[in-house]
Each structure stands twice: as structure tokens, then as C-alpha cells.
């Protein structure tokens, strides 16, 4: 619960207490209506006038405590920011007997404590199986006006006197004029009827709250457990399509070994005057290197070598096919840009993966595709603004599951993107409007960075 609706709760509680204690002074005319009620049935020998006043007796008493004790709830609540453990029940169970006592001060009237303390304890009782949070308020104040109807009426059984129960002076002259017209035999079978119906339901009331908060908690577990299995599923999934790709680039080396030894073969056979055929030879050469040099950086993932954003950009631009004429493609690096601490291979991919993205959105419509490289006093900032369709507000909470798309690809696209750029210590955000533009924004820390924090 937070600070302010806890606050709440509290004023709540202190005025619905203050109202409940100023209540029997307040409502005198039902007073002397229940007196009056009490002296008609008298002389008139009326049971029908005593059933009257005695529902009338208990709507009041009824009112009054709930008011009381819901009062002191939402104050239990709002000084104990709880509302079940032993700390909520104990400063529950004093505040209730202080407020019983402050009324026996305030009126004329007695209420004795044994009936209040059983009211208390059942309350509580019933208010340990309440679970559901959000309406535990309305669940609990539906419980006390059952708890305090059956109590009332407990107080109204004459063969209960002896022990505490309905010494107040309504109680005690209701109970003398029913032994006077019936003999107690009245209220005696009206009062355990209406008790034990009070009581009976709202132990159903519990009971049903309980085996729908169990039901809720169920579903809740299903959920999670749902969610655990499918990211399970996904991190195997990733993981046997991480180990065949891993496979396939270390299975690349021994034909690129073969590949490197042929060439080599071929230019020792062939005529050294030849500059043209000798320089084929060598880009052949610093080809292969590169590809060895990418194996190698896509085998050992943990792998980071300084580079220039420029290079690095370069590297990525020279991956991707921009013939498309109905594309404009803007670079804009602002200077200066600090060097950053990357796998090449890996980050190269990763943003060919958005910019490649872009390019697929903007296959029928055409556009322009602007990527940006700023640097701030910690970070390169690599952002990637296509004018395409856009992505639903939907879309977008799921852009990052594994096998999710909205262009029925593979779907593996962004979630590999957001582990590269995780894996060196950076963020990726995706912004879009749709029918406006897609924005995607790359933070990697830069050396400049690194050197000044340490």
C-alpha cells in the first residue's frame, strides 16, 4: 500500500471512529423510540411490539459498533501497514477494548466486555483467511456487520445473562419484558436462530473468499510458471541454434584452410611478372585473413578489440545491400567520437540486424533510413531512424521475444541484438509512432569512459 493511500485509510479511520463513539448521543430520538417500544409492548402485553423494538435495538447497536470497529481497522492498518499478523490483531484487540471502555464512561449505558471480546476474536479469526488485498477492506467490513448482527443477537438470549451477555439497560429491558410476555421463551429460540444464521454465513462468506483467493493464487503460480517454462524453452532454443551455428563457423575453418592453401599453391605456379593476376592473389589473401579473423571472433564471444566507430560503421555498411533505389541511406557521425571496446563481428551484426529491419519496412513504400553516432561523456550513441509504417503500441511490448514478428520471419532478430549489446555492458531502446517513424537507439560505453570512472 503506498504512503498516500495509507494516509487515507487512516483519516478514514479515525473519523468513523470518532463517529461511531458520538453515535448514542447522537441518535437519542431512536433511544426514546426504543423505550417508548419497550413500554407499549409492556402494557399492551404485545410480543408483536417487542419483535419490533428488538429488531430496532439491534440495527442501532449494529450501527454503532460497525462504525467502531471498522474505524479501528482502517487505524490498525494505517499504524501497522499490515492487516493479519499478531501486531495488527494485538493493537486491534487493544484499541477495541479502549474503545468500549471510553463508552462506558461517555453513557449511561453498560456494555459489558466478555460479548465484545468474543466479537473481537471472531473478527479476527475471519480476517486471517482473507487474502485478496485489493478488497480486503470491503470483504472485512462485510464480515464485522455479520460478526456484530450474530453478537447483538447474542446479547439478547436471556440464558445468557448470567454470564455477561446484554447488561446494557436496553437489553436488560427487553429481556424482562419477554419474560413477562413469554416467559424468555422468545427471545431465547429468536436470538440462537438468528445467531447461528448470522454465524453460518459467514463462515460460507469465508470459506467462498478463501477458495477463490486459493484459485487466484493458483492461477497466479500457472502464470509464473507458465512464463518460467516458456523462457525455459526459449533459452533452449537459443542455446541449440547458438551450438549448430557454432558448429557450422568451426566446421568453416578446415575448407578455409583448404581454400588458403590451393591459392597458395596457384601463385606459387603463377608468373611473378604478372602484377595484375599477383594482386588478385594478394586481396584473395587479406580476404581470407579477414574471414579467419571472423571465425575467430564469432567462436570466442568474449572476445573485445578496440576500434573506431568509423570503422566499425564501415565494416557494417559494407555487409548490407543499398541498391535499393527507392531508399535514401544518411550517415551522420558528429566528431569527435572516442573508440569503443567491441567483438566487431558480433556488433556488426547486431546493427545490420536494425538497420536490415528498417530496410524490410521500407521495401514497398520506400523512405529514408538515417543512422546517427554521437558521443556523451560515457557513452556511443548509435541511433537508427527509418520513416517507414511504424510499430503497433502491441508490437512493441513484444518485440524482444524469441520467435516473435510482425513480418513472419524467424523472429530471432532483436532478442540477438539486445544480448550483444547487453553482453558489452550497453542499452538498446526501440521507439516508434506508428504511420510517423521507428527509432532505435544503441548506448556502448567508450574507452574515454572507462579510463575516467577508473
Excluded at 477495541?96 to 471480546?117: C, D, G, K, M, R
Excluded at 521495401?363 to 543512422?371: A, F, L, P, Q, R
Aim: aromatic share 10%; hydrophobic share 45%; with cysteine.
Amino acid at each position: 500500500m503506498n504512503r498516500k493511500m495509507n494516509g487515507a485509510w487512516g483519516i478514514s479511520g479515525f473519523v468513523l471512529l470518532f463517529y461511531g463513539m458520538l453515535f448514542p448521543a447522537l441518535s437519542t430520538e431512536w433511544s426514546g423510540f426504543i423505550f417508548e417500544k419497550i413500554e407499549i409492548s409492556m402494557q399492551g402485553e404485545d410480543s408483536g411490539q417487542l419483535l419490533v423494538v428488538t429488531f430496532s435495538y439491534i440495527a442501532r447497536n449494529a450501527i454503532t459498533f460497525t462504525m467502531i470497529y471498522f474505524g479501528i481497522m482502517l487505524l490498525t492498518k494505517y499504524m501497522t501497514n499490515t492487516a493479519r499478523d499478531l501486531l495488527f490483531q494485538s493493537v486491534f484487540l487493544v484499541q477495541a477494548v479502549i474503545a468500549i471502555y471510553t463508552l462506558n464512561i461517555l453513557y449511561s449505558e453498560y456494555y459489558a466486555y466478555l460479548p465484545h471480546l468474543l466479537t473481537v476474536v471472531c473478527i479476527l479469526l475471519f480476517n486471517r483467511q482473507l487474502h485478496a488485498e485489493r478488497y480486503h477492506s470491503l470483504l472485512f467490513f462485510i464480515l464485522l456487520l455479520l460478526t456484530i448482527g450474530a453478537m447483538q443477537w447474542l446479547n439478547l438470549t436471556p440464558s445468557l445473562s448470567r454470564y455477561g451477555f446484554g447488561q446494557n439497560d436496553f437489553a436488560v429491558s427487553l429481556k424482562a419484558v419477554d419474560e413477562y410476555l413469554t416467559g424468555q421463551s422468545l427471545l431465547n429460540s429468536m436470538s440462537i436462530i438468528f445467531f447461528l444464521a448470522f454465524i453460518f454465513i459467514a463462515l460460507i462468506f469465508t470459506m467462498l473468499i478463501r477458495l477463490f483467493s486459493n484459485q487466484l493464487e493458483t492461477q497466479r503460480l500457472f502464470h509464473e510458471q507458465g512464463i518460467e517454462l516458456q523462457k525455459t524453452k526459449d533459452d533452449l532454443i537459443e542455446s541449440k541454434v547458438y551450438q549448430e551455428m557454432h558448429t557450422l563457423v568451426h566446421d568453416l575453418k578446415t575448407p578455409l584452410v583448404s581454400v588458403e592453401g590451393l591459392i597458395s599453391l596457384m601463385e606459387m605456379k603463377a608468373d611473378a611478372s604478372d602484377t595484375k593476376t599477383m594482386n588478385y592473389y594478394e586481396r584473395i589473401h587479406q580476404s581470407i585473413s579477414k574471414m579467419k579473423d571472423m571465425i575467430a571472433d564469432m567462436l570466442s564471444e568474449d572476445v573485445r578489440n578496440e576500434i573506431e566507430i568509423e570503422e566499425l560503421m564501415d565494416y557494417v555498411l559494407s555487409h548490407l545491400s543499398m541498391d535499393e533505389q527507392s531508399i535514401e541511406f544518411e550517415l551522420i557521425t558528429e566528431d569527435p567520437v572516442p573508440t569503443i571496446q567491441v567483438n566487431k563481428i558480433r556488433m556488426a551484426r547486431a546493427i545490420s540486424n536494425i538497420i536490415e529491419n528498417s530496410l524490410i519496412y521500407l521495401h514497398e513504400t520506400g523512405g529514408k533510413i538515417t543512422v546517427t553516432v554521437r558521443a556523451t561523456e560515457a557513452h556511443v550513441s548509435i541511433e537508427v531512424i527509418d520513416d517507414g509504417p511504424g510499430i503497433d503500441k502491441e508490437d512493441l511490448l513484444h518485440i524482444w521475444k524469441e520467435g516473435f514478428s510482425t513480418k513472419n520471419s524467424s523472429g530471432i532478430g532483436l532478442p540477438f541484438v539486445k544480448r550483444v549489446i547487453e553482453n558489452h555492458q550497453g542499452t538498446i531502446n526501440v521507439a516508434s509512432i506508428p504511420g510517423s517513424h521507428t527509432k532505435t537507439t544503441i548506448t556502448l560505453p567508450h574507452q574515454q569512459g572507462k579510463e575516467a570512472v577508473s
